[in-house]
């Protein structure tokens, strides 16, 4: 079924939202990729309507090998009262592990799909998370409730438009001394989205560096992805 989808359903970059293409990109990873899926440099839209399937392919216990959550908090070290705002979080994958990590603090979910914030909170319900809030964003805006410690967008950024403009205006949703994570898959990954959609770490640091932030920090002990840590100027 999802093959038949990514042969039917195919729109240009341009179109996704934020949180779609996160969605899309784990899809590549967790799923087999039809042939014309490997080689296009077009993501492929799907309705994620229904979040509770999609939450067993993108919360598949399986993605822990690669995408090695305990140790990126770890690396964080973020304090139990830390705000934290994780951009596209879809079904709250890392949300959700956050929330575990800073029982003082807050964690905004933020995506554009209704059904995923619907999903994400009435998971923070169901796993007793009373410090995640689910937050329905614009893909153009994260429209952030208060300034966080940490903003982190995994396996999202080669999908955010207008970069550099975005990334200026999300300073002014960081707390003084606050941070930028980004994770997204490396040029040379085995797995990921088709090599012409990825951005390379070196292109990453530039934009970021136009957009006033410098590089506090660089992670390598993911197998598939580069891991970078931003402060503003």
């Given at each position: 079924?999802?093959?038949?989808?990514?042969?039917?359903?195919?729109?240009?970059?341009?179109?996704?939202?934020?949180?779609?293409?996160?969605?899309?990109?784990?899809?590549?990873?967790?799923?087999?990729?039809?042939?014309?899926?490997?080689?296009?440099?077009?993501?492929?839209?799907?309705?994620?309507?229904?979040?509770?399937k999609w939450a067993q392919?993108?919360?598949?216990?399986?993605?822990?090998?690669?995408?090695?959550?305990?140790?990126?908090?770890?690396a964080l070290k973020l304090?139990?009262?830390?705000?934290?705002?994780?951009?596209?979080?879809?079904?709250?994958?890392?949300?959700?592990?956050?929330?575990?990590?800073?029982?003082?603090?807050?964690?905004?979910?933020?995506?554009?799909?209704?059904?995923?914030?619907?999903?994400?909170?009435?998971?923070?319900?169901?796993?007793?998370?009373?410090?995640?809030?689910?937050?329905?964003?614009?893909?153009?805006?994260?429209?952030?409730?208060?300034?966080?410690?940490?903003?982190?967008?995994?396996?999202?950024?080669?999908?955010?438009?207008?970069?550099?403009?975005?990334?200026?205006?999300?300073?002014?949703?960081?707390?003084?001394?606050?941070?930028?994570?980004?994770?997204?898959?490396?040029?040379?990954?085995?797995?990921?989205?088709?090599?012409?959609?990825?951005?390379?770490?070196?292109?990453?640091?530039?934009?970021?560096?136009?957009?006033?932030?410098?590089?506090?920090?660089?992670?390598?002990?993911?197998?598939?992805?580069?891991?970078?840590?931003?402060?503003?100027?």
């Amino acid at each position: 079924m999802l093959k038949s989808l990514h042969e039917t359903e195919d729109v240009t970059m341009k179109s996704c939202r934020v949180s779609r293409v996160m969605l899309l990109v784990l899809a590549y990873v967790l799923l087999p990729a039809s042939p014309a899926s490997a080689q296009s440099p077009h993501t492929h839209h799907h309705s994620f309507g229904d979040a509770q399937k999609w939450a067993q392919i993108f919360d598949d216990p399986k993605r822990d090998a690669w995408q090695k959550p305990h140790e990126v908090i770890q690396a964080l070290k973020l304090k139990p009262d830390a705000i934290i705002a994780d951009i596209g979080s879809g079904t709250g994958y890392f949300s959700a592990r956050f929330a575990n990590m800073v029982p003082n603090g807050r964690v905004y979910g933020l995506d554009t799909e209704p059904d995923m914030v619907k999903y994400l909170a009435e998971r923070a319900k169901r796993e007793g998370l009373k410090n995640i809030t689910a937050v329905r964003a614009k893909a153009s805006d994260p429209q952030l409730p208060e300034k966080a410690d940490l903003i982190i967008l995994v396996d999202v950024y080669h999908h955010v438009e207008n970069r550099e403009r975005y990334f200026l205006q999300l300073q002014n949703s960081l707390k003084p001394g606050g941070r930028l994570a980004i994770i997204d898959f490396r040029m040379d990954s085995p797995e990921g989205p088709p090599k012409a959609a990825r951005i390379a770490p070196e292109q990453a640091k530039a934009e970021l560096q136009r957009a006033g932030y410098r590089l506090a920090e660089e992670h390598a002990f993911l197998p598939n992805q580069y891991f970078l840590v931003f402060r503003p100027d």
